[in-house]
């Protein structure tokens, strides 16, 4: 059931609303001050805090900022008989949920009480969530290559630098660009993901910047970019060394002056945005074969990280497979299979020319074709499977 803690100085308004939330099956606690109250949020987990503001000692606002040091995703609901639109918009910018007075409405009451509970569990699920999708793309291994890349991701991460990051298909860019995000400051913000390369050359700047209705024949209506859609977060260029020469002008624009301008539009919309960029390509190669514009590259390549092929981290095809042997087995509602040693040794001397992706793939179909346990035997006969 979810459990409630009520600050207030007044026996008889803690009584009411006790009784009140208890007849909806709701489990209470009452403290007396805020002293009081702040030692119960230490020692407990509560679904939603309903505080006095006028109390003495320590009032509700002292109270409500020291208990978003101790526990900030919980809803604080403040109740004053004194209050004014200046405390409860106090009260709100110090991160209360929201703001009654006194004697409260009993409808009003259960339906703050609820919306409270369903932000809580809202935010619960949100970190399980991220704790999910952030462990499946976890950047697996101990190479000295791979902590090159996590002591480089460590350190930019919590700037706002640009970031190129090269490396080969499959070799885990978009991992890089993932854990930059998370450990950002834009960490709450989107990640906004754009495959450069799987964007036809005439629809890369609608996609990029959004269009404006009849802009083209095919623009019934008003398109929202990527640019905006990013605003507040992180926009992952994948592949940027495919994008046209017309659209890396306008990115450059957006990179130097941070705003954008839609297709077919003449308002300049401002973003607030940061630039990760990936690419398999050589764009020293691109811009001397005049593909890639240099002053773009440079603006880009603030930092620049390398991901390695797995061919030059062998160490970490037994971690990666191992993992790889837990995720499968997830998503198919398994019991993880387990690998022979020979047949990890095996796997880890074949030639990765596809990289990690290609890993994947393989410890996929020798999940699917073996029995109880990867054998050195189902290795040697699915992992180079022969084509006639």
């Avoid at 605003?231 to 624009?253: H, I, P």
């Avoid at 037994?318 to 020979?342: E, S, V």
């Amino acid at each position: 059931m979810p459990k409630i803690l009520i600050i207030d100085d007044e026996r008889a308004i803690r009584s009411t609303l006790k009784e009140i939330l208890e007849f909806e099956n709701y489990t209470v606690d009452e403290a007396e001050d805020g002293e009081k109250g702040l030692q119960y949020l230490s020692k407990n987990k509560y679904d939603v805090v309903l505080c006095d503001i006028k109390m003495p000692g320590m009032d509700g606002i002292e109270v409500l900022e020291k208990a978003m040091e101790i526990t900030p995703d919980t809803p604080f609901i403040m109740i004053s008989a004194h209050g004014t639109i200046d405390t409860a918009v106090e009260a709100t910018k110090k991160g209360a949920y929201d703001f009654l007075q006194k004697p409260p409405d009993l409808n009003r009451l259960l339906v703050t009480v609820r919306n409270a509970l369903d932000k809580s569990n809202l935010v619960t699920e949100t970190k399980i969530l991220k704790k999910k999708i952030s462990k499946t793309y976890e950047m697996v291994g101990h190479s000295p290559a791979l902590t090159r890349v996590k002591q480089a991701i460590e350190k930019v991460a919590p700037t706002d630098a640009r970031v190129l990051i090269t490396g080969p298909n499959g070799s885990g860019k978009e991992l890089v660009a993932r854990a930059i995000h998370e450990h950002s400051n834009r960490s709450n913000g989107p990640l906004i993901e754009v495959n450069c390369a799987a964007i036809p050359s005439e629809l890369i700047e609608s996609e990029l910047f959004g269009h404006e209705k009849g802009s083209f024949t095919s623009a019934v209506k008003q398109r929202i970019g990527k640019f905006e859609q990013a605003n507040g977060g992180t926009l992952f260029l994948d592949e940027v060394g495919d994008m046209s020469l017309s659209a890396q002008a306008k990115v450059l624009r957006a990179l130097q002056e941070h705003r954008i301008t839609r297709v077919g539009g003449d308002k300049d919309i401002q973003v607030d945005v940061r630039v990760l960029a990936a690419t398999n390509k050589n764009l020293l190669e691109e811009i001397e074969a005049k593909n890639f514009r240099e002053d773009l590259y440079h603006r880009l390549g603030v930092i620049l990280i390398h991901v390695p092929p797995l061919n030059e981290r062998r160490e970490d095809i037994p971690d990666l497979i191992n993992k790889f042997l837990n995720d499968i087995a997830n998503d198919y509602g398994n019991k993880p299979k387990t690998i022979t040693q020979d047949a990890l040794e095996y796997l880890k001397e074949l030639d990765w020319r596809g990289n990690v992706r290609e890993l994947r793939n393989v410890v996929e179909r020798l999940v699917i074709m073996s029995g109880t346990e990867v054998t050195l035997d189902d290795a040697k006969a699915y992992a180079r499977p022969v084509v006639s």
